[in-house]
């Protein structure tokens, strides 16, 4: 079969007997794909904020596309911060990500819940509501940064 | 503000006179993004890859759920191959993707176009017929990758 060797390929992503709690076969490939996920969110909220700031033109369908892909994608990296990827790659996560993980839920949720109002906001295709929720998003990227991302 | 110097960072990633169609302010920021979409989509795809061939157990709801991600994410990447971004980061675009535009935009196509179809499997719940549609999506990432990748 053609695909078979892609397959194979795909396939050892996912350990043989991983329980569902641990999808990544390596750490790094959980750091990947947290960063991946974030920088695909990150460029999204990077042109929301352009439009939010002046500094292109405000578009309100360019927008509602972007805040629904931001709201999609902050669902995704948490997963790959599981126990063992502490270190890999080129991880900026602080440790008190796994010594405070309470807290560390806390953000990523509040976060999460404001790309949702983000999102909302965004369809209502009125720039103010956009500009505040922008701010509101942003100081939630802001907080878990200061708290668990070195720099 | 609290958020400012965030939203300036974020604001950043878009320059200030930039064309809808030049949506990254730098070539490697477009490689890094079309790299993490594609990153993020393998991660989601090699899941339901593993079910598709026995290597853990299968679970509609979590095929489906994965699905939905890989349909969605797959759209993405493609606004990262712009005029420009070539070369740059740790690419391994050929130049064919550049040379061969139509030839490009046909097999991404159609990758976007099986990944909408194994949604629509997934969501099924029938192992089969997410058995068919895995092997049919992969062979479109393959055909591409052979095609527009070094190795």
Chains 1, 2 share one sequence.
């Not at 063992?84 to 010594?99: C, F, L, M, R």
Request: proline share 3%.
């Amino acid at each position: 079969m053609k695909a078979f060797a892609f397959i194979a390929a795909a396939v050892a992503l996912v350990s043989l007997s991983a329980p569902a709690t641990a999808q990544f076969a390596k750490p790094e490939d959980a750091i990947k794909y947290r960063q991946s996920a974030l920088t695909v969110m990150g460029t999204h909220f990077g042109r929301i904020g352009a439009m939010a700031n002046g500094k292109v033109p405000f578009d309100a369908k360019v927008a509602a596309d972007n805040a629904d892909i931001v709201a999609s994608m902050a669902k995704l990296p948490w997963a790959g911060f599981g126990k063992g990827t502490e270190t890999g790659g080129n991880t900026k996560a602080k440790p008190e990500i796994w010594t405070e993980q309470a807290k560390f839920k806390e953000y990523s949720e509040k976060m999460v819940a404001e790309t949702l109002k983000l999102d909302a906001a965004a369809k209502t295709g009125n720039l103010d509501a956009l500009k505040a929720s922008f701010s509101a998003t942003a100081d939630t990227c802001k907080t878990c940064h200061d708290a668990f991302r070195n720099k």
